[in-house]
């Protein structure tokens, strides 16, 4: 059985003393039974590091450069990260595809670039509201997934993958457990296709989870975990979900 993984996404939110508060929160209701995460915004990244240093909750970052080095002003190496003890970084999320214009290939890149530097990329994948109401979900996902699985060649085994109908991320709308459970059978398929390991992926549901949605959505065979945007702001609701996945 695949053990579960919670991982918050904060965005752009944060203070030093809201994180020292909410790190507090969640570390005092260890144990769980899961694996756990925050994806910090950079300049938290070592206040987080230091206020979970030895404990099992882990961090990341929510996104990096695809470049190793060099002249990209603005931009954060995944060696940095590394260097930060970060375990995960999100790639691909629909935030930065929309607002960044961020293509399947540079995520793929970004994806690659983690790997070799030991840190787990969390791949988003997902459709819009348009697309799927245009019947483009399925053709979609397995573009975006596709890229990555290219790049990643024989590592495309390493990565965790979200799907994230991008409809649902912060808009209240959640998916059904029957709609993605439907669109995580798929990847894990495509998974299937390209690793020998794809069974003991991790496919990661985000959009709009909260402690009332997570037990269903997280008993669907391919779920495997949450990618929380709102509700890891708040170790209380992060807490439940970590609870509905242990
Ligand atoms: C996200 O941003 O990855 C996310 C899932 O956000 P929310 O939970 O707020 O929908």
Redesign the pocket.
């Known amino acids: 059985m695949r053990r579960k993984l919670v991982a918050g ?1 904060w ?1 752009m939110h944060g203070s030093h003393s809201a994180n020292a508060e909410l790190l507090a929160g969640i570390s005092s209701a260890r144990p769980f039974g899961c694996d756990v995460a925050v994806c910090v915004p950079f300049p938290y990244l070592s206040e987080t590091a230091v206020a979970l240093a030895g404990g099992p909750v882990l961090w990341g970052a929510q996104d990096c450069s695809a470049h190793e080095q060099g002249a990209y002003t603005g931009e954060v190496s995944v060696a940095m990260l590394a260097e930060f003890g970060c375990r995960y970084v999100i790639v691909g ?1 629909s ?1 930065r595809r929309q607002y960044h214009a961020e293509t399947d290939l540079l995520v793929a890149e970004k994806a690659r670039t983690a790997l070799a530097r030991g840190v787990t990329p969390i791949v ?1 994948v997902g459709e819009t509201l348009a697309q799927r109401d245009a019947g483009e979900t399925e053709a979609v996902v397995k573009r975006q997934l596709s890229a990555v699985i290219h790049a990643l060649g024989h590592c495309a085994g390493e990565m965790v993958v ?1 799907y ?1 109908p991008v409809w ?4 209240g709308k959640v998916a059904t457990p029957e709609q993605a459970q439907a669109v995580h059978a798929l990847l894990r398929a495509q998974l299937k296709a390209a690793t020998p390991n794809a069974d003991e992926m991790k496919i990661l549901y ?4 909260k402690p009332d949605n997570a037990v269903s959505l997280l008993s669907q065979p391919d779920i495997d975990g949450g ?6 702001l708040k170790a209380a609701d992060f807490v439940a979900i970590c609870r509905a996945a242990g």
Do not use: F, P, Q, V
């Open positions: 996404n965005k999320h935030e988003c979200a994230e649902a991320i912060g808009t985000g959009g709009s989870m990618l929380i945007g709102g509700a890891a």
